[in-house]
């Protein structure tokens, strides 16, 4: 009788080349299939991948309306496959700007498709084996960048889930009962004016409120005004208010909203004095961009000074790193690698400067102690929103860092700020662009197109409807499949972080760090070539936007 074989892993593994035969497969069907449904189009437009799979616009209740549950043969499941990407932006596109999502190193790749191969439950070590350690020794290695020699953390799903992380940590050490008897009701989370829109969520979610996360106004560096800061937090303990967290800014996607750590870090003890507070407000860093500037910080602004980058880049990565000088005394951070660390979606990580974390984040009814870190007591589902725990994040920000580390990341960004810098140049040559965010710490792009030629037929004219319209047509042609360029808009841009002068802007993210001086003007050249075009239609009566452009506003 023969031996039943359960495994074919002693060398040779078929399933495992199928695998890779239906990957290779599926890849070239889907650009196959993205290839004859731009068949409509002329020229490069047809052949060419733009950086979107095509897509028409459709509405969401008909599409449902008729799904069927026929299954498929391999051959049509591979075109099905398709029907997933229409629509879908394509980061190896050069033309791909739209946002801060990078093409993910090869490596990082391979190591999310690892983790998926063996689908590994980052849960606990008993299965989960050692990527529990890997994903503690991406935390470290971030927080030894700062000196938090003994930083624990949790890989999770988005820098949102970083953001809930350091409040709910907040709320634990601010009201110890919480854990078991739930939250008092006069908490309240401060958070930079400038910082992402999701912390009142968070705020919601956790049952603090969404009014009760409230904003400190930023100064036109977008640091928080540290009077305005104080202003708040006196009302708030006037009101017998407790303050559980202070959400500083570690950078955002437009004007990089960064506070100055070691100015709000002594700020807020002395505040802690002189109102005897017998508590001090944890402080987190919403670093999911900024924590590759943490790379710097053992540099020395001389060192920096040397690199081989323009002087207007050096200054950005200078002043950028001297914010973050003031993290010895925060107690957590979250880091995006699927933002600026070159990896998949999604790799995040909430940093804890301790392991105190661990009791914070938990029920309420264990406490950790050092057996807790020896194989096999690790159990991560004590502090986690998730019990299924992915681990893709975790092997592919691991693969990063040990392929490229600190060295490379900084490489990497040095490269994205000279990209910045290349484009705004080239936007300076053209009369049709004006660039609006010179001052930005970050390497975006925010600019404004005049519209000259329909702003001189008519004193009504709607500068904020025409951006809009413009923008619109560039979409549908990506929408379409072209090769254009897919850029961004941003409706009520602040020009100088001025709330009283706002306008309609757009917005160019590049993420890949080779992009070309050729590349760049041809991208340019195409936008003020379509501008031309844009404008010519408006004034040939043809667009139904014409009214609106240039119709009075109903007052
Ligand atoms: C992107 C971003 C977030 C949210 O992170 P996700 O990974 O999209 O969940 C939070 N804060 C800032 C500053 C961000 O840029």
Redesign the pocket.
């Given at each position: 009788m023969q031996i039943p074989i359960l495994e074919t892993n002693c060398g040779s593994d078929p399933q495992f080349e199928q695998f890779l035969n239906d990957l290779r497969k599926s890849h070239y069907t889907v650009q196959e299939e993205a290839r004859k449904h731009q068949a409509e189009l002329s020229g490069k437009d047809q052949v060419c991948l733009g950086p979107k799979f095509p897509v028409e616009s459709f509405n969401y209740e008909s599409e449902l309306a008729q799904l069927t549950e026929d299954t498929l043969s391999d051959e049509e499941l591979a075109k099905e496959m398709y029907s997933f990407f229409q629509g879908v932006a394509r980061p190896q596109s050069e033309l791909s700007l739209f946002n801060m999502v990078p093409e993910p190193m090869t490596t990082a790749i391979v190591g999310s498709c690892m983790a998926t191969l063996y689908n590994v439950n980052s849960l606990m070590d008993a299965y989960g084996g050692k990527s529990l350690l890997i994903e503690q020794k991406v935390v470290r290695t971030i927080g030894k960048w700062i000196d938090w020699n003994e930083s624990y953390g949790i890989a999770c799903n988005?820098?949102?889930l970083t953001?809930l992380y350091a409040v709910k940590a907040a709320i634990s050490k601010i009201a110890p009962d919480s854990q078991s008897k739930g939250i008092p009701d006069n908490l309240v989370v401060i958070a930079n004016e400038g910082?992402?829109y999701?912390v009142e969520h968070v705020c919601s979610l956790l049952g603090i409120g969404t009014e009760k996360c409230l904003r400190g106004i930023t100064d036109e560096y977008g640091k928080m005004d540290l009077k305005n800061l104080e202003h708040i937090m006196e009302i708030e303990i006037k009101k017998g208010n407790k303050i559980a967290a202070i959400i500083c800014s570690g950078?955002?996607?437009i004007n990089f909203f960064c506070d100055n750590t070691q100015k709000v870090a002594d700020f807020v003890d002395e505040f802690v004095d002189k109102h005897k507070l017998d508590y001090r407000p944890h402080l987190h860093l919403?670093s999911?961009?900024g924590w590759i500037y943490f790379a710097l910080l053992k540099k020395s602004n001389e060192e920096i000074s040397n690199f081989k980058a323009t002087d207007f880049v050096k200054n950005k990565l200078i002043e950028t790193k001297n914010r973050f000088l003031g993290l010895a005394t925060f107690d957590s951070f979250g880091v995006?690698f699927?933002?600026d660390g070159l990896c998949p979606y999604?790799s995040?990580f909430f940093v804890s400067k301790t392991a105190d974390c661990f009791n914070l984040l938990n029920d309420g009814n264990y406490k950790y102690d050092s057996k807790d870190f020896d194989f096999e007591q690790f159990r991560a589902y004590r502090y986690t929103l998730e019990n299924s725990k992915p681990s893709q994040g975790i092997l592919s920000a691991w693969m990063v860092l040990k392929k490229i580390g600190s060295k490379g990341l900084i490489h990497y960004l040095t490269q994205l700020h000279e990209t910045q810098y290349k484009i705004i140049k080239e936007m300076e040559k053209q009369g049709v662009f004006k660039v609006l965010n010179k001052c930005s710490l970050g390497w975006e792009v925010v600019f404004a197109i005049h519209f000259k030629k329909l702003a001189a037929e008519s004193e009504d004219f709607n500068h904020d409807q025409a951006a809009m319209g413009f923008m619109q047509r560039c979409w549908d042609k990506v929408n379409r499949g072209e090769v254009f360029p897919l850029f961004s808009v941003v409706p009520d841009y602040r020009i100088d972080n001025d709330r009283n002068n706002t306008t309609t802007a757009f917005l160019i993210y590049p993420m890949q760090g080779n992009l070309s001086l050729s590349s760049i003007t041809e991208i340019l050249n195409t936008i003020s070539n379509e501008v031309s075009l844009f404008e010519e239609t408006v004034l040939k009566n043809k667009e139904e936007l014409v009214t609106r452009i240039f119709e009075k506003p109903i007052r």
């Amino acid at each position: 009788m023969q031996i039943p074989i359960l495994e074919t892993n002693c060398g040779s593994d078929p399933q495992f080349e199928q695998f890779l035969n239906d990957l290779r497969k599926s890849h070239y069907t889907v650009q196959e299939e993205a290839r004859k449904h731009q068949a409509e189009l002329s020229g490069k437009d047809q052949v060419c991948l733009g950086p979107k799979f095509p897509v028409e616009s459709f509405n969401y209740e008909s599409e449902l309306a008729q799904l069927t549950e026929d299954t498929l043969s391999d051959e049509e499941l591979a075109k099905e496959m398709y029907s997933f990407f229409q629509g879908v932006a394509r980061p190896q596109s050069e033309l791909s700007l739209f946002n801060m999502v990078p093409e993910p190193m090869t490596t990082a790749i391979v190591g999310s498709c690892m983790a998926t191969l063996y689908n590994v439950n980052s849960l606990m070590d008993a299965y989960g084996g050692k990527s529990l350690l890997i994903e503690q020794k991406v935390v470290r290695t971030i927080g030894k960048w700062i000196d938090w020699n003994e930083s624990y953390g949790i890989a999770c799903n988005g820098g949102k889930l970083t953001m809930l992380y350091a409040v709910k940590a907040a709320i634990s050490k601010i009201a110890p009962d919480s854990q078991s008897k739930g939250i008092p009701d006069n908490l309240v989370v401060i958070a930079n004016e400038g910082g992402h829109y999701c912390v009142e969520h968070v705020c919601s979610l956790l049952g603090i409120g969404t009014e009760k996360c409230l904003r400190g106004i930023t100064d036109e560096y977008g640091k928080m005004d540290l009077k305005n800061l104080e202003h708040i937090m006196e009302i708030e303990i006037k009101k017998g208010n407790k303050i559980a967290a202070i959400i500083c800014s570690g950078g955002t996607t437009i004007n990089f909203f960064c506070d100055n750590t070691q100015k709000v870090a002594d700020f807020v003890d002395e505040f802690v004095d002189k109102h005897k507070l017998d508590y001090r407000p944890h402080l987190h860093l919403d670093s999911v961009i900024g924590w590759i500037y943490f790379a710097l910080l053992k540099k020395s602004n001389e060192e920096i000074s040397n690199f081989k980058a323009t002087d207007f880049v050096k200054n950005k990565l200078i002043e950028t790193k001297n914010r973050f000088l003031g993290l010895a005394t925060f107690d957590s951070f979250g880091v995006d690698f699927h933002k600026d660390g070159l990896c998949p979606y999604s790799s995040s990580f909430f940093v804890s400067k301790t392991a105190d974390c661990f009791n914070l984040l938990n029920d309420g009814n264990y406490k950790y102690d050092s057996k807790d870190f020896d194989f096999e007591q690790f159990r991560a589902y004590r502090y986690t929103l998730e019990n299924s725990k992915p681990s893709q994040g975790i092997l592919s920000a691991w693969m990063v860092l040990k392929k490229i580390g600190s060295k490379g990341l900084i490489h990497y960004l040095t490269q994205l700020h000279e990209t910045q810098y290349k484009i705004i140049k080239e936007m300076e040559k053209q009369g049709v662009f004006k660039v609006l965010n010179k001052c930005s710490l970050g390497w975006e792009v925010v600019f404004a197109i005049h519209f000259k030629k329909l702003a001189a037929e008519s004193e009504d004219f709607n500068h904020d409807q025409a951006a809009m319209g413009f923008m619109q047509r560039c979409w549908d042609k990506v929408n379409r499949g072209e090769v254009f360029p897919l850029f961004s808009v941003v409706p009520d841009y602040r020009i100088d972080n001025d709330r009283n002068n706002t306008t309609t802007a757009f917005l160019i993210y590049p993420m890949q760090g080779n992009l070309s001086l050729s590349s760049i003007t041809e991208i340019l050249n195409t936008i003020s070539n379509e501008v031309s075009l844009f404008e010519e239609t408006v004034l040939k009566n043809k667009e139904e936007l014409v009214t609106r452009i240039f119709e009075k506003p109903i007052r």
